[in-house]
């Protein structure tokens, strides 16, 4: 069964679509759990947070949510066919109510809570959202 409770996120640096090495125990811990459920299909979800337009944040959470299947598919063997890709854009903040950067203390640190690429059980006809 699937849990997607027990699945991690993966963060990113400001504007960024590159995996930060820190996260590779966590994308290899998603492969074992797929590799140990062979029916389990996840959709991986990208996000920003809600500095930059909209438009702009939609297709910076495609391609991290591309980066991050890519990844699994590429260095941990896992079917592309199991991922889907998936993207909010600025739309479903972990942390919401933030200012654009006035330099408030601790802003940055929720913001970047915001900037990530989590995964969700997903259900059948569900498919890859098309490129914003």
Request: glycine content about 10%; charged content about 25%; some cysteine.
């Amino acid at each position: 069964p699937c849990d997607d409770s027990k699945l991690p996120n993966v963060l990113f640096d400001l504007g960024s679509t590159k995996i930060k090495p820190d996260f590779e125990g966590q994308l290899s811990a998603v492969a074992q759990q797929m590799q140990a459920n062979p029916d389990m299909r996840l959709c991986v979800v990208g996000h920003t947070d809600n500095r930059g337009n909209a438009l702009t944040n939609s297709r910076l959470s495609w391609k991290r949510a591309n980066e991050v299947a890519n990844h699994l598919v590429d260095k941990h063997g896992v079917p592309r066919s199991r991922l889907i890709v998936q993207y909010a854009g600025e739309d479903q903040p972990v942390v919401g109510g933030l200012s654009d950067g006035s330099g408030r203390k601790g802003i940055d640190a929720q913001h970047a809570l915001n900037r990530r690429v989590d995964f969700k059980c997903c259900m059948d006809g569900q498919f890859d959202m098309p490129k914003p």
